[in-house]
């Protein structure tokens, strides 16, 4: 990459964060005056904002989809390749994420992540993942959508890591959907290695960005947790492959 072209990168992410600052705090501030149910109010504008900062960085978001997917309490499972697949769901699903606790203390997304009522995972903790389990489960039973990415981390390319269970154990037994996404993006464009801030450098540096969204068909969580986890594998295989056709 030539000089000018880094510093254009460099100056179009700098502008996207500039403008992901300045929304948040006018969101900060019109939720602060807010009569009605702050929780409905505060998922809209943040879906709102969430959509915007995919426009501002050059997002083209091809769906593959039945379209609008169900409403109500919802388990979506993803495969999870770039920090934007968390404001991509987000914008899609509303609801909330579970995430690796260090988001937390990332600046502006970790204060959205608070307010969006994420669930923080330590992953060296195991009294942390029951914790989130039990998370999940409340948030579940209360009708709320609630987002993971099972194979437990951001891999590059395509292929499927195994499913952790925990989420599927969570929902057993409840009247929910368990919603399957698959997601592809350009080489290269994954988080893998990059801090954050590199890797979201990276991502709104460029012109357009196109990311391919297949959303299947979805299922109960009836039966054994494990059984479930396999088919949303299978499925989750599939649905990237109908993303990546997307590009």
Same mark, same amino acid.
């Given at each position: 990459? *030539? ?18 600052? #300045? ?5 900060? &501030? ?11 109010? #505060? ?13 501002? $960085? ?35 699903? $509303? ?17 959205? #992540? ?13 009294? *942390? ?58 080489? $290269? ?11 979201? &450098?990276?991502?709104? $540096? ?42």
């Amino acid at each position: 990459m *030539s000089r000018w072209a880094r510093l254009l990168r460099v100056g179009r992410a700098s502008g996207a964060l500039a403008w992901t600052a #300045a929304e948040f705090v006018a969101l900060e &501030a019109k939720l602060a005056v807010e009569s009605e149910d702050i929780d409905a109010r #505060a998922e809209r504008e943040l879906q709102r904002w969430c959509r915007g900062l995919l426009r501002i $960085g050059g997002v083209e978001l091809r769906l593959d989809a039945a379209w609008p997917p169900a409403r109500g309490a919802r388990l979506v499972i993803a495969n999870h390749r770039s920090a934007y697949d968390i404001v991509i769901l987000y914008a899609l699903f $509303g609801g909330s994420m579970l995430s690796r606790a260090e988001v937390a203390g990332w600046p502006i997304f970790g204060h959205a #992540a608070r307010r969006s009522r994420t669930i923080f995972v330590d992953r060296a903790s195991p009294q *942390s993942g029951f914790k989130a389990i039990r998370s999940i489960r409340e948030a579940l039973q209360r009708g709320r959508t609630v987002t993971v990415f099972p194979e437990g981390t951001t891999f590059p390319g395509d292929e499927l890591r195994p499913f952790a269970a925990g989420a599927f154990a969570a929902a057993r037994g409840l009247d929910v959907d368990v919603v399957p996404v698959g997601l592809a993006y350009p080489a $290269g464009t994954e988080y893998v290695e990059d801090t954050i801030l590199d890797h979201l &450098a990276n991502l709104t $540096g460029r012109r357009r960005l196109p990311v391919g969204v297949a959303v299947g068909a979805p299922r109960r969580p009836e039966g054994r947790p494990e059984r479930l986890v396999r088919a949303c594998e299978t499925d989750v295989a599939a649905l990237i492959e109908r993303a990546r056709a997307q590009l």
